[in-house]
T-cell receptor
């Protein structure tokens, strides 16, 4: 079974903490994505990586950074967590450069910043 | 980027076919139509995709109009487990997948 695994299902952090959300995929996919999902706003793309050490900003990158040192792992970093970053975070992966292929999603990390 | 329009919610009786419409009038010739669904508290799940021809797999059928400006996802025999938000996506610019608001499908017992 193909798999995208997010390191935590639930996470509670304090305001100002540096937070790392980890995502690992075992499908040798080039593309990896981080989304956040909030009620009424749907899934919004934060960052996208199409290769190791390569990244592109999505629609809402402010307050976030990412790291992709290995092909299978894509980390989302909240440099200084704030309460407005309380959200569900979803990681996904897909093959590169092919318009006729699907993305696979992890189960999500529900982050609460207090 | 091509945009999609979906009804915000729909109801379907259990055991009946659920037909979920999607308008994508600005789709370009090489853009695929994808459908995903998201069951509560889970990550989105791929359902099906197509370019021009109708497609069928074990989960659903996808009917794309000849002018490609709209499509319909068909769940042939809906069950309570099909209750989810269904997303129609045609905007896959540079491999980035951009989600809209989707259709919340309620399967009624």
């Amino acid at each position: 079974d193909v798999k995208v695994t997010q390191s935590s299902r639930y996470l509670v952090k304090r305001t100002g903490e540096k937070v790392f959300l980890e995502c690992v995929q075992d499908m040798d996919h080039e593309n990896m994505f981080w989304y956040r999902q909030d009620p009424g706003l749907g899934l919004r793309l934060i960052y996208f990586s199409y290769d190791v050490k390569m990244k592109e900003k999505g629609d809402i990158p402010e307050g976030y950074s990412v790291s992709r040192e290995k092909k299978e792992r894509f980390s989302l970093i909240l440099e200084s967590a704030s309460t407005n970053q309380t959200s569900m975070y979803l990681c996904a992966s897909s093959l590169v450069g092919r318009r006729n292929t699907e993305a696979f999603f992890g189960q999500g990390t529900r982050l609460t910043v207090v | 980027d091509a945009k999609t329009t979906q009804p915000p919610s729909m109801d379907c009786a259990e055991g009946r076919a659920a037909n979920l419409p999607c308008n994508h009038s600005t789709i370009s010739g090489n853009e695929y139509v994808y459908w995903y669904r998201q069951i509560h508290s889970q990550g989105p799940q791929y359902i099906i995709h197509g370019l021009k021809n109708n497609e069928t797999n074990e989960m659903a059928s996808l009917i794309i109009t000849e002018d490609r400006k709209s499509s319909t996802l068909i769940l042939p025999h809906a069950t309570l487990r099909d209750t989810a938000v269904y997303y129609c996506i045609v905007s896959v610019k540079d491999d980035k997948i951009i989600f809209g608001k989707g259709t919340r499908l309620h399967i009624l017992p």
